[in-house]
Every structure is written in C-alpha cells, then in structure tokens.
C-alpha cells in the first residue's frame, strides 16, 4: 500500500464547556476518516459526490486543528529589508516588509493556509453577505490581510495607509476583475467591488506600482472554511453531520494543493479535531 501523502491524527479531547450544548451533556468521540492519497478521489466520488454531506439529519458539529510543517526549513529572508533601495523607498522600506510565502508559528504550524469545501454541502447554512462591507488594506506596501475568504455579495472597500499610491488588481476566473488605482492615504475606500461568483481556487492580488505585493482572495457561496491562523490552527463550525471532501490550498505548495481533497466525517454534535501534515518536501520557493 503507498504511504498517504499527509496525515490527520485525530486528538482525543473532552469537550469543555461546549458539553452542555449537547443532549444530556454526553461527549461524542470526535472521528475523521482518512483516506490516501492514490484513493481519495475516487473515495470522495462515491462517499461525497461534489464535496456535499451524505448525512441529512442530526446536529452540527465541527472541525477544529492545525497544520504543521513536517521537516526543517530556515525562515524566509524580508521581501523587502528596512532600508532597501525600492521604488517609494520612503515607505515601502522604513521596516521589513515579510516574505509571507510560508509564515512558520509554534510547533511549526502554518499560517494563510485555505481549508474549505468546494461546494455547499445539502442542508447546510445558507450563506448570508454581510452587510458591512470588507476592508481590504495596504501599509508599507504589503497587502492586509495576506489571505482572505470573502463571501459573496459583500462589497470589498480598498483601503491605504499609504502617502503613497498603489493599484490593485485581481486576477480571479470566474469573476470580472479589477485594475484600479488606489489614492494615497485613502481611508474610506473609493475602489470598491464584489465578488457575485464563487470561486474554486484562492487566486492573485498584486499591485503594479510595486512588483512584490501579492495577497490571496477567495470568494466563497458559503460559510465553511477557514484560513490557518498565526500557529496554523483553524476552526470550521456548524458544518451539517456526515462525509465532507475539504480542500487544502497553501500558496507555496508545489501545485499550490497540500490536499485536494480530505475526506473527514464530522460526528452529529461532536467536534472532530484533525492534524493535518504538510511535508517539507512539498514546498516550493
């Protein structure tokens, strides 16, 4: 049997005070069903067509872990060091502007990684765009936040902390995209747009004026998925009980998928707590 290329170990917690949310306060083993990678397309296709639950009833639960770097690797050198000869250097190196392709935490986990399903599952949450609008910043030339999901319909205001200018260009596949000039010091955010479509994959942000700013957005029809934290935890709640295929996108990942699809059952009420593995050997810097 070939090795699988990452691994979910399953954590064994008792719930705290969450328990009493459940009938009679009872703690529900959390499970997660791990399938290789040689066969986990073809597993997802009879247990989860199109990524949806195949249970229809019982109660949420949720998935909740982290992932880890499995190997060594030095941190990254800044983009851009504090006093670099760059365009604007007055303002794009007054400090160190970080190399965030791969951002390491404690117990190497990894930040800005994208962990979502590909679809809405059936009798999941219907999505509902927030009526605020999302503000998508930009200080000492560096994109903030770095990665992003964005749910669709709600409206995306560009912001700069700037003195001075910068563009901001999209590059999405499914929505029309944008190529706007961003006013310097703009804090109400006069570039403004939505994503009406969902997206399959998180896709490019960059800025003309300055070659080396990169964010990553991903619109999304539904509100299961998370970006890894600082540490590379990551929480997903409410998610409907049964078999659900999640993608797994990190930027520097060789073909930019840690796993395409990870195949995981969420347990009616219980949270399901999952490593997931990325293995040194898989980036690409």
Known sequence: MKKPLFTAALLSLALGAGCGEYPGGAYVRPQVSFVAADSTAA???ESTPDGEATAETGTPGSLTGKVVLKGNQAALAPLIAKGADVK???VCAAVDVPDERLVLGESNGVAN????LAKAPKNGKKLEAPADPFFFDQKNCRFLPHCVVIPTGQVVK??????VAHNT??????NTGISSVVSAGDRVGQVEFTYNKAETAPFAVTCDFH????????PLDHPYYAVTDANGGFNIPDLP????????????ADGNYVERKLAVEIQSGGTTELQIDYPVEKLKL
Do not use: N, Q
């Open 241 to 252: 009980a049964g078999k659900h295929t999640f993608v797994v996108w990190h930027e520097a």
């Open 211 to 218: 070659g080396w700013m990169k964010a990553y957005h991903l």
């Open 169 to 174: 260009h999209t590059y999405p596949s499914r």
């Open 43 to 45: 597993a997802a296709e």
């Open 158 to 163: 560009v912001l700069s902390d700037d003195s």
């Open 113 to 116: 990684v994208f962990i979502y």
């Open 88 to 90: 604007d250097k007055e």
